[in-house]
C-alpha cells in the first residue's frame, strides 16, 4: 500500500512540470523562460515525496538521499541560461533524422537531416544574426543544413565515425562532445564558454554533457529551442514525447550512477 501511495503522489507532482514543459516550448520563437538550474517541482514536493519514499522504504536517511537524485533526473528540464556575451562559440546537438532517401541501407548510407534538425539550424542562425563573431560547432545533420540554407562560414561538422567497411556508427550526446573538447583545446583563446543549442526536451542533458566534457557551457537566454517531435524520424524514440522522455531520464540516470558511485567511493 505504501508503494500504491507513492505512486499516487508521485503521479499527481509529475503532471505540473509535464504542462508547464510543454507551455514553456511552445513559447515565442524568441523568447525562452527564465529558469534557475535547480527549477524543479512544486513547492513541497520535495517534502512530500520524503515522506513518502521513507514509508516505502522503511528508511528515512535513504529517502533523503534519493529524492533530490529523482528531482534534478524526471523534475527539472530547463538547463542554466546565460546572455549571448559571455559565450565564445556554439555546439548544436542533433535530434533523430529520417531514414536514408531512396531507400538505402541505412548502415551505409548517411540519414537524412530531417526537419528538427531544420530547426535546430534555423536556431543557430538566429543566434548568429545576433552574435556573428561565434563559430559553430555543429553534428552533421545541422551542419548540413547551415551550409545549404544559410551558407553559413565558420562551421564545424561533426561527423559520425564510418570504418572501413563503410558501416556508420552514429555519435551520441557525449561522442559529440567529445569531439567538440578536442577542437576547443586548439583554439587560441583556450576552450572558452559554450552557447549549447539542442531540441527542448534534449537541451538539460546537452548542457550537462558538455559541462562533462570540461567545458563552461550555458543555454542562450531569450531563444526557444525546437520541441515538435517528429512523428517520420528514424529513431524511434525521438518520435514522441512520451517514449523519448523515458529515453532521456534512463541516460541522465546512467552518468547519475557513475557520478554517486564514484564520489562515494573514488578509490574504487
Known amino acids: 500500500m505504501q508503494r500504491r501511495a507513492f505512486a499516487a503522489a508521485l503521479t499527481a507532482a509529475v503532471a505540473a512540470p509535464a504542462v508547464l514543459g510543454a507551455t514553456a516550448a511552445q513559447a515565442s520563437p524568441q523568447t525562452s523562460p527564465q529558469a534557475s538550474p535547480q527549477h524543479g517541482g512544486p513547492v513541497g514536493l520535495s517534502r512530500r515525496m520524503v515522506t513518502a519514499l521513507a514509508a516505502e522504504l522503511d528508511d528515512k536517511a535513504t529517502a533523503k538521499t534519493l529524492v533530490p537524485l529523482i528531482e534534478d533526473v524526471g ?12 559565450f565564445d562559440f556554439i555546439v548544436a546537438y542533433a535530434f533523430g533524422n529520417r531514414l536514408p532517401a531512396g531507400g538505402g541501407d541505412p548502415t551505409k548510407v548517411l ?7 531544420e530547426e535546430l539550424a534555423d536556431t543557430i542562425a538566429r543566434i548568429r544574426a545576433a552574435r556573428r563573431d ?3 560547432y555543429a553534428q552533421w545533420e545541422i551542419a548540413r543544413r547551415l551550409e545549404s540554407k544559410y551558407g553559413m562560414t565558420d562551421v564545424t ?5 564510418i570504418a572501413a567497411d563503410g558501416t556508420i556508427t552514429y555519435l551520441s550526446t557525449d561522442g559529440v562532445a567529445a569531439q567538440v573538447i578536442d577542437h576547443r583545446k586548439q583554439a587560441p583563446g583556450g576552450v572558452g564558454t559554450a552557447c549549447v543549442v539542442g531540441f527542448r526536451d534534449h537541451h538539460k542533458r546537452c548542457v550537462q554533457t558538455t ?15 525546437p520541441h515538435t517531435y517528429d512523428l517520420e524520424s528514424g529513431q524511434a524514440w ?4 512520451d517514449l523519448y522522455l523515458v529515453h532521456d531520464m534512463l541516460a ?9 558511485i564514484a564520489e562515494a567511493y573514488p578509490n574504487g
Do not use: C
Open 211 to 225: 559541462r562533462d566534457r570540461a567545458m563552461p557551457a550555458y543555454a542562450p537566454a531569450g531563444f526557444a529551442m
Open 134 to 136: 561565434l563559430p559553430v
Open 252 to 260: 541522465q540516470w546512467t552518468v547519475l550512477r557513475a557520478k554517486v
Open 157 to 161: 561538422s561533426i561527423e559520425p565515425e
Open 111 to 117: 540519414a537524412e537531416p530531417g526537419p528538427v534538425n
Open 75 to 86: 523534475f527539472d528540464w530547463h538547463p542554466e541560461t546565460a546572455p549571448l556575451k559571455k
Open 238 to 241: 525521438t518520435r514522441r514525447r
